[in-house]
């Protein structure tokens, strides 16, 4: 589903003429086609051989601080996601779902889909800097055992494409 979303950003990082560090290329390789917790990327730094905390700190905010990857929160703690240039995927406007019974989340990559909240009236003349929507709840075939299981997950079927 993203498999270039690891180039786009190296191109970004390019585009902007910011140096594409190890540790900086590290934490975008973790976070190809996943969105992870610091603590999470923390510990995959460290099985790559980074063991400052402080240098990942300050290379997420450089990273957030370019749009490289962005901040969601869902199921209440802070996850990190890269971004790409793409209007309904940037830094600003990004559609999020999760089922209640795992950590697999999918996302609405859908020009319509965004143009259809942009259209309500309320934001006739608003400018709209940040669009995020993240929805949880139980997917259709939701079992709280079994969806624990990525692969029997409605969500897991829609995102391979294989429903
Ligand atoms: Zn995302
Ligand atoms: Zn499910």
Known sequence: ???????????????QNL????ARKAIIDILEGKHLTLQEIYHELK?????????????????????II???F??????????????????DSHVHVKCLANDNIIEIN?????????????????H???????????????NSELCKDKDYCYLEKIKKGSH
């Open 74 to 91: 869902i199921n209440g703690k802070k996850h990190y996601d890269l971004t790409i240039e793409e209007y309904s995927h940037n830094a």
């Open 128 to 142: 709209i800097s940040k669009l995020q929507l993240v929805v949880e709840g139980a997917c259709k075939h939701y």
């Open 1 to 15: 589903m993203n498999m270039d979303y690891k180039e786009k950003a190296f191109q970004n990082l390019r585009k």
């Open 19 to 22: 140096r594409i560090t190890n």
């Open 70 to 72: 962005t901040q969601v």
């Open 47 to 67: 099985k790559r051989g980074f063991h400052n905390l402080s240098t990942v700190y300050n290379n997420i905010d450089f990273l957030l601080e370019h749009k």
């Open 110 to 126: 859908e020009e319509e889909f965004i143009d259809k909240i942009k259209d309500h009236q309320v934001f006739e003349g608003f």
